[in-house]
């Protein structure tokens, strides 16, 4: 699986951004999909992440973050094997570089667990 990310860019805090990540191969939607972040200096951290299927089902379970959860969204879109996320409420602390990540199988946030990795794109929030 090749994933490239895209949507970053700079941000006032309180604004929204929407990050998009397009992947190959025909099996993505049995993919859970995942982002992560990294900020300068620090370790990268767990953000959101949803399932995958082999059938095909109109909602898809998600988990998020502690530090993310009621601001941001994760969905995906398995016909153009896409998974975005929606940033609202951003915080200065949201700034990083965010990559997309895909694994088989269930729902993981140790960056460890997740097999395929996009380049990142960079999310800045200024104050």
């Known amino acids: 699986v090749q994933l490239q990310a895209s949507g970053g860019g700079l941000v006032q805090a309180g604004g929204s951004l929407r990050l998009s990540c397009v992947g190959s191969?025909?099996?993505?939607?049995?993919?859970?999909m995942g982002w992560f972040r990294q900020a300068p200096g620090k370790e990268r951290e767990f953000v959101a992440a949803?399932?995958?299927?082999?059938?095909?089902?109109?909602?898809?379970?998600?988990v998020y973050a502690d530090s993310v959860k009621g601001r941001f969204t994760i969905s995906r879109d398995n016909v153009r094997n896409t998974v975005s996320l929606q940033m609202n409420s951003l915080k200065a602390e949201d700034t990083a570089v965010y990559y997309c990540?895909?694994?088989?199988?269930?729902?993981?946030?140790?960056?460890?667990?997740?097999?395929?990795w996009g380049q990142g794109t960079l999310v800045t929030v200024s104050s």
């Open positions: 990540t895909a694994r088989p199988g269930d729902l993981q946030s140790h960056p460890s667990e997740y097999d395929y």
């Open positions: 191969g025909r099996t993505f939607s049995t993919y859970t």
């Open positions: 949803i399932k995958g299927s082999t059938v095909i089902k109109y909602y898809a379970d998600s």
